[in-house]
């Protein structure tokens, strides 16, 4: 099959992963002109299957694949695996999506989000590698983005709440193991956290793989900077671990250039088609990662009001739900590329 018959063979590395699982279901609901479909992962997982629609494919070894035979691979495997083989399929001529940090901040590299900066893909040819932010800047840009072209952004004072899964199918593990120890009196071990996460919330978010945290929000920075194209943008992170499955929380408080008042930014929320504005103050109920954002490719953003203290700031709080909002990210930013830029 070639990308001249308009259908592309695309290798999903990491198929059998969170964030590839749901790359998967995404292509197959959103029609994606697939010719060859490859699903890869590890040698844990030979002999198994996974989803694509209504079929079921049988996943290959990524140590042996030839790049040769993909146009297109959307890698959702572990940085460290993924510096090995992205350059391999690199220079196989092979477009790739990456979902990892491992190229996020190389200046070479477009760091996209496609309903952001889409114009990044512009010098993108066969062979090019792309990589997709951090879920919870994804979750950011698609809030403030709107916002920002309006009335320019000029700081961000960000607590982020992430959900275990951030850590893949491992983080979940951990969380169900933890619960169910406590719950049972038994011993409660700490694998992929560094303290116990059932039942508690983490100052820093990442495990224990992450030895720095105040530099892995430092990135954070970094990737917003670099999509928005303005390093005088300022942001302030805090990323703490919660006990949840799958969403990410927000608590954001803005500094704009100028005044901008709730009512503005809720008139300008209501015409972008993937916010969802949560405000039942009265119940007061609010969105959540579980009621709202898991499953869902949606930003909810609730609890938007003045900064009592600046008269240049909003306060909200925005949820999303990670893998979606990565595995999305991802997809749109393949579905441009074959539309108008490969
Ligand atoms: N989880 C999130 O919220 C999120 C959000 C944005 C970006 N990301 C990034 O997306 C990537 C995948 O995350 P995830 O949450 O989907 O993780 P995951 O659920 O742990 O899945 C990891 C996938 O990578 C595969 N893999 C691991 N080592 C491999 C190797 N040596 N060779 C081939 N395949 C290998 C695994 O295959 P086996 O099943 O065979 O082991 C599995 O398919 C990571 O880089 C992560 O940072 C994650």
């Not at 900066?117 to 709107?146: F, M």
């Not at 071990?189 to 059932?198: D, L, P, T, V």
């Not at 793989?209 to 303005?230: F, R, S």
Request: with cysteine.
């Amino acid at each position: 099959m070639s990308k001249q018959q308009g259908k592309w063979d695309v290798a999903v590395v990491g198929a059998t992963g969170l964030v590839g699982g749901a790359v998967l279901e995404l292509l197959a609901r959103r029609n994606f002109p697939i010719g060859q479909l490859y699903p890869l992962a590890s040698e844990n997982s030979e002999g198994k299957s996974v989803e694509y629609g209504d079929h079921r494919l049988t996943v290959h070894l990524l140590d042996n694949f030839d790049f040769r035979n993909v146009q297109l691979a959307l890698f959702c495997v572990p940085s460290d695996v993924a510096k090995v083989h992205i350059p391999e399929a690199s220079q196989a001529g092979c477009t790739v999506i990456d979902f990892s940090d491992a190229y996020r901040l190389d200046p070479a590299v477009p760091l996209v989000v496609a309903e952001v900066n889409p114009h990044a893909l512009a010098e993108v040819s066969d062979g090019s590698i792309i990589a997709s932010p951090d879920s919870s800047i994804i979750q950011c840009l698609l809030a403030l983005h709107p916002l920002h072209q309006r009335n320019p952004l000029e700081r961000i004072n960000a607590v982020f709440m992430r959900a275990v899964s951030e850590l893949g199918q491992a983080g979940i593990d951990e969380l169900s193991s933890q619960s169910i120890a406590l719950f049972n009196m038994k011993e409660m071990k700490s694998r992929e956290f560094s303290q116990q996460i059932a039942f508690n919330v983490l100052a820093q978010s990442g495990g224990k793989k992450v030895k720095d945290g105040a530099k892995q929000e430092y990135h954070l920075q970094q990737e917003l900077q670099k999509i928005l194209e303005d390093p005088d943008i300022g942001m302030n992170v805090t990323a703490t671990q919660v006990p949840v499955f799958f969403g990410h929380s927000a608590a954001l408080h803005i500094e704009f250039k100028d005044k901008f008042s709730t009512e503005q930014a809720q008139k300008l929320f209501g015409t972008q088609t993937r916010i969802r504005l949560v405000n039942e103050a009265r119940q007061a109920r609010f969105a959540t990662a579980v009621s709202h954002a898991a499953n869902d490719e949606n930003i909810y953003i609730s609890r938007l009001r003045e900064d009592p203290s600046w008269d240049r700031g909003l306060n909200m709080w925005v949820v999303s739900d990670n893998i979606r909002t990565a595995a999305n990210n991802g997809v749109l930013v393949a579905e441009t590329l074959v539309k108008d830029y490969l």
